[in-house]
């Protein structure tokens, strides 16, 4: 693999390059404009945010590396309730909505995941420091904090990912009796309660419970069924435990949750007259089904099967920390994920069966594709301080286990037999991922002003494929049940390293590289031989796909002409060889390698305390991603690649804050958000096989208000408005416009608002 660009690029690269060096002068020019006033003592009123981007706690301001953080207060304020509403929280974070509600990923700079991939995740999430994956949405009750980090981050972290990393930290128990109560109510019938108790058992145990339940009619209409989609109902129950004594701290922590819903239907947007869809059902047909869902309205759908979604998630963390000295520190974590999930998704969005996820049936009660997802991962870390404090150093040692398995029967089309017979076929196979990794990094104070870190990982993966008796790919293994398919070896590294200067207390300007890669794979949909390919094969592994970047950052947090205010700038570059995505050279999807892509851009927040009762941010994020060199290799087949998908070039945010102390009558706000983001592709193929997945930017308007402890009491209140304007836009889709000439989308939520009661205690 290539690890530098080619020098036979830098002539077509002359542009990006100048924008990265004229953004870095920009920077720079900040950092020293003599007429902003800084307070030298740090900033006095803004809340200072505490981050672990580099598996310790540190200040925000003080971390060489871009994060988006929220602490409980503002993922309450912000009603932060799912992955899909950080989007709209963290400019430059799009999450990728593909065959349902429930069928997301995260894409950040560009890195992501196609729909029906099999790659490892470019963006990892991590819940309680334990790397999870699997399938559905998650409901952040009781949380810490969410902290979303950018760029390359394979060094710090489990498994490595090209674009960033999610974490999720839920609340530890404490050693006061208290918790919370939480009832909400809003339109579309929905009914929410969250609530958490802190139990102090002894001096050194305490136990902390939690609970979140919420059901919501559909904000769709299902005209065929006539039936409503995209609703909500899940469960979710979580019990953490913690041991604290002089130099041994322990916690555990277990959570179930159960989804038990109809997920949102994809809407049909185009259909082509030359497409398998309107061979086999004529061009007349064709015509009547779009027109009749141009006609309807934005959230109507015709779905032939129900949408049904089924998931249930059992995951367990425990983490040891023992002060072996003032210097040296021993921590070990364990997590264990088990998640299934089973959905019935209409993936061609029409009210025929063209492909229709299931053995023979169609509609409602149909079979549904099963995912199984079990994971178990330890993780032993040093951390530690030496030569006088000025190295502070984390080393560790990292091993999973992750398995999963699909389970994903088709029928193609299925309603014109006798004329027409079905294909009825299964996908029925099983990965599993060993991971091993060692890991070092330290930070060196060189002067008191400025510091360097460098980090390295290596991480040896074996990676195989089993085929079940019923996969239709299974025919080189007739005795078959977990019969071994493929297997490959991989050892790579991951770096960082960069530089730190601190002009002053309140200002931090780095410069970091870093490099990562995600692991080379199996196709379960592509073993040879293949009888949906006619004559042919399709073969089945993709290569490692490799990544490094460049950063230029600055950070501060101060006061700027007397006012409170923190705001971070990022100027970054970004190339990748191999980029695994995803193409359809059958019915079934297919990973592949593009030769090379580059991705730069800029990323800003801020936040500003006007005034001591109001407070103003806002967030711009602008992406320049492109394949260099958009030729690639799927399962043996050339395609030709770009735009470059789930990217859109900017991203926009603000927000004011509005409030009053009542001192004993409580607290007072009122806090507005808008949020912005520019059109994007939601194909990798858009300028050759896709010619219509371009989806149109769009604007968004939040508002809220609320009044905390009403009166001096125990009781707050508050009440909200998410999509004030109530805006149509669509926020993704699917394309199968190479295989039957449809491209399906999914809408975004209409205007929605409710009402919230909270009794603390």
Same mark, same amino acid.
């Given at each position: 693999?290539?690890?530098?660009?080619?020098?036979?690029?830098?002539?077509?690269?002359?542009?990006?390059?100048?924008?990265?060096?004229?953004?870095?002068?920009?920077?720079?020019?900040?950092?020293?404009?003599?007429?902003?006033?800084?307070?030298?003592?740090?900033?006095?009123?803004?809340?200072?945010?505490?981050?672990?981007?580099?598996?310790?706690?540190?200040?925000?301001?003080?971390?060489?590396?871009?994060?988006?953080?929220?602490?409980?207060?503002?993922?309450?304020?912000?009603?932060?309730?799912?992955?899909?509403?950080?989007?709209?929280?963290?400019?430059?974070?799009?999450?990728?909505?593909?065959?349902?509600?429930?069928?997301?990923?995260?894409?950040?700079?560009?890195?992501?995941?196609?729909?029906?991939?099999?790659?490892?995740?470019?963006?990892?999430?991590?819940?309680?420091?334990?790397?999870?994956?699997?399938?559905?949405?998650?409901?952040?009750?009781?949380?810490?904090?969410?902290?979303?980090?950018?760029?390359?981050?394979?060094?710090?972290?489990?498994?490595?990912?090209?674009?960033?990393?999610?974490?999720?930290?839920?609340?530890?128990?404490?050693?006061?009796?208290?918790?919370?109560?939480?009832?909400?109510?809003?339109?579309?019938?929905?009914?929410?309660?969250?609530?958490?108790?802190?139990?102090?058992?002894?001096?050194?145990?305490?136990?902390?419970?939690?609970?979140?339940?919420?059901?919501?009619?559909?904000?769709?209409?299902?005209?065929?069924?006539?039936?409503?989609?995209?609703?909500?109902?899940?469960?979710?129950?979580?019990?953490?435990?913690?041991?604290?004594?002089?130099?041994?701290?322990?916690?555990?922590?277990?959570?179930?949750?159960?989804?038990?819903?109809?997920?949102?239907?994809?809407?049909?947007?185009?259909?082509?007259?030359?497409?398998?869809?309107?061979?086999?059902?004529?061009?007349?047909?064709?015509?009547?089904?779009?027109?009749?869902?141009?006609?309807?309205?934005?959230?109507?759908?015709?779905?032939?099967?129900?949408?049904? #979604?089924?998931?249930?998630?059992?995951?367990?963390?425990?983490?040891?920390?023992?002060?072996?000295?003032?210097?040296?520190?021993?921590?070990?974590?364990?997590?264990?994920?088990?998640?299934?999930?089973?959905?019935?998704?209409?993936?061609?969005?029409?009210?025929?069966?063209?492909?229709?996820?299931?053995?023979?049936?169609?509609?409602?009660?149909?079979?549904?594709?099963?995912?199984?997802?079990?994971?178990?991962?330890?993780?032993?870390?040093?951390?530690?301080?030496?030569?006088?404090?000025?190295?502070?150093?984390?080393?560790?040692?990292?091993?999973?286990?992750?398995?999963?398995?699909?389970?994903?029967?088709?029928?193609?089309?299925?309603?014109?037999?006798?004329?027409?017979?079905?294909?009825?076929?299964?996908? #029925?196979?099983?990965?599993?991922?060993?991971?091993?990794?060692?890991?070092?990094?330290?930070?060196?104070?060189?002067?008191?002003?400025?510091?360097?870190?460098?980090?390295?990982?290596?991480?040896?993966?074996?990676?195989?494929?089993?085929?079940?008796?019923?996969?239709?790919?299974?025919?080189?293994?007739?005795?078959?049940?977990?019969?071994?398919?493929?297997?490959?070896?991989?050892?790579?590294?991951?770096?960082?390293?960069?530089?730190?200067?601190?002009?002053?207390?309140?200002?931090?300007?780095?410069?970091?590289?870093?490099?990562?890669?995600?692991?080379?794979?199996?196709?379960?949909?592509?073993?040879?031989?293949?009888?949906?390919?006619?004559?042919?094969?399709?073969?089945?592994?993709?290569?490692?796909?490799?990544?490094?970047?460049?950063?230029?950052?600055?950070?501060?947090?101060?006061?700027?002409?007397?006012?409170?205010?923190?705001?971070?700038?990022?100027?970054?570059?970004?190339?990748?060889?191999?980029?695994?995505?995803?193409?359809?050279?059958?019915?079934?999807?297919?990973?592949?390698?593009?030769?090379?892509?580059?991705?730069?851009?800029?990323?800003?927040?801020?936040?500003?305390?006007?005034?001591?009762?109001?407070?103003?941010?806002?967030?711009?994020?602008?992406?320049?991603?492109?394949?260099?060199?958009?030729?690639?290799?799927?399962?043996?087949?050339?395609?030709?690649?770009?735009?470059?998908?789930?990217?859109?070039?900017?991203?926009?945010?603000?927000?004011?804050?509005?409030?009053?102390?009542?001192?004993?009558?409580?607290?007072?706000?009122?806090?507005?958000?808008?949020?912005?983001?520019?059109?994007?592709?939601?194909?990798?193929?858009?300028?050759?096989?896709?010619?219509?997945?371009?989806?149109?930017?769009?604007?968004?308007?939040?508002?809220?208000?609320?009044?905390?402890?009403?009166?001096?009491?125990?009781?707050?209140?508050?009440? #909200?408005?998410?999509?004030?304007?109530?805006?149509?836009?669509?926020?993704?889709?699917?394309?199968?416009?190479?295989?039957?000439?449809?491209?399906?989308?999914?809408?975004?939520?209409?205007?929605?608002?409710?009402?919230?009661?909270?009794?603390?205690?």
């Amino acid at each position: 693999m290539k690890n530098k660009i080619a020098p036979t690029r830098w002539s077509e690269r002359k542009d990006k390059i100048n924008f990265f060096a004229s953004s870095s002068v920009m920077l720079f020019t900040a950092v020293l404009t003599p007429s902003i006033s800084v307070a030298e003592d740090g900033i006095k009123t803004l809340e200072e945010i505490v981050v672990t981007a580099r598996r310790k706690e540190e200040l925000l301001q003080d971390v060489p590396v871009a994060v988006t953080a929220f602490g409980a207060k503002q993922i309450e304020e912000q009603r932060i309730q799912s992955e899909s509403d950080l989007q709209l929280a963290t400019p430059g974070l799009t999450v990728r909505q593909t065959g349902s509600s429930n069928q997301i990923s995260f894409s950040i700079r560009g890195q992501s995941i196609d729909a029906f991939s099999a790659s490892p995740p470019a963006v990892a999430n991590y819940l309680n420091e334990v790397l999870v994956s699997g399938f559905g949405i998650s409901s952040f009750v009781d949380m810490e904090s969410i902290q979303v980090l950018k760029g390359p981050q394979g060094t710090l972290f489990g498994r490595n990912s090209t674009g960033g990393a999610v974490l999720y930290q839920t609340r530890k128990p404490t050693d006061e009796f208290e918790g919370y109560i939480n009832l909400g109510v809003g339109n579309f019938d929905n009914r929410e309660v969250k609530a958490a108790v802190n139990i102090p058992i002894s001096d050194n145990f305490s136990a902390r419970l939690a609970t979140s339940q919420r059901k919501r009619d559909g904000i769709q209409h299902n005209v065929f069924l006539d039936q409503d989609t995209n609703q909500i109902d899940y469960q979710l129950y979580r019990s953490t435990f913690l041991y604290s004594g002089d130099k041994v701290e322990n916690e555990t922590m277990v959570q179930y949750v159960k989804d038990d819903t109809i997920a949102s239907g994809l809407k049909l947007h185009s259909v082509t007259d030359d497409g398998l869809f309107a061979l086999l059902y004529s061009s007349a047909v064709a015509s009547e089904e779009i027109a009749k869902n141009k006609s309807a309205g934005f959230y109507d759908v015709f779905n032939e099967q129900d949408n049904r #979604h089924k998931m249930e998630q059992k995951f367990l963390s425990n983490k040891t920390t023992i002060e072996i000295s003032d210097t040296l520190t021993f921590k070990n974590i364990f997590g264990y994920n088990d998640v299934k999930s089973n959905d019935s998704i209409d993936i061609d969005g029409t009210s025929f069966p063209v492909i229709a996820i299931s053995s023979a049936d169609f509609g409602v009660g149909a079979e549904g594709y099963t995912f199984v997802t079990e994971q178990w991962s330890n993780e032993t870390q040093l951390l530690g301080e030496t030569m006088g404090g000025k190295l502070n150093y984390i080393a560790g040692f990292y091993y999973s286990e992750d398995t999963k398995e699909t389970n994903n029967p088709i029928c193609f089309p299925c309603d014109l037999a006798p004329a027409v017979p079905p294909t009825i076929f299964r996908y #029925h196979f099983e990965v599993e991922d060993i991971s091993t990794a060692v890991f070092v990094q330290g930070t060196y104070q060189l002067t008191d002003n400025l510091s360097a870190t460098a980090g390295y990982r290596h991480t040896w993966e074996e990676v195989e494929i089993k085929y079940f008796s019923d996969d239709i790919n299974n025919t080189l293994f007739p005795s078959g049940f977990g019969a071994v398919g493929d297997s490959a070896d991989i050892n790579k590294p991951s770096w960082t390293i960069s530089l730190e200067y601190k002009p002053t207390a309140d200002w931090l300007v780095y410069l970091a590289n870093r490099g990562s890669f995600r692991s080379s794979g199996y196709n379960g949909t592509g073993s040879e031989p293949n009888p949906n390919l006619a004559g042919g094969v399709l073969a089945n592994d993709y290569e490692e796909e490799t990544t490094y970047d460049i950063e230029l950052g600055v950070k501060f947090a101060g006061e700027v002409a007397g006012i409170p205010s923190r705001f971070n700038l990022a100027v970054y570059e970004q190339a990748l060889d191999h980029a695994q995505r995803t193409t359809y050279p059958s019915v079934a999807s297919v990973t592949g390698n593009v030769n090379e892509a580059e991705i730069s851009g800029f990323e800003f927040d801020g936040i500003f305390d006007l005034t001591d009762w109001l407070q103003i941010g806002g967030a711009f994020a602008y992406t320049d991603a492109e394949f260099t060199d958009p030729s690639a290799d799927v399962a043996g087949i050339s395609f030709t690649f770009g735009p470059y998908a789930d990217s859109p070039e900017w991203v926009r945010s603000f927000f004011f804050k509005a409030a009053k102390d009542m001192r004993d009558g409580g607290l007072i706000y009122l806090r507005g958000d808008y949020y912005g983001q520019s059109s994007f592709y939601y194909s990798n193929l858009g300028n050759t096989l896709s010619p219509d997945s371009r989806i149109d930017g769009y604007e968004l308007y939040n508002i809220r208000v609320g009044w905390d402890n009403v009166m001096g009491s125990s009781f707050s209140l508050a009440s #909200h408005i998410k999509n004030l304007t109530d805006e149509e836009y669509q926020v993704g889709g699917i394309d199968f416009y190479p295989v039957i000439g449809t491209t399906q989308r999914l809408p975004g939520e209409p205007r929605t608002y409710g009402a919230e009661l909270t009794y603390e205690f």
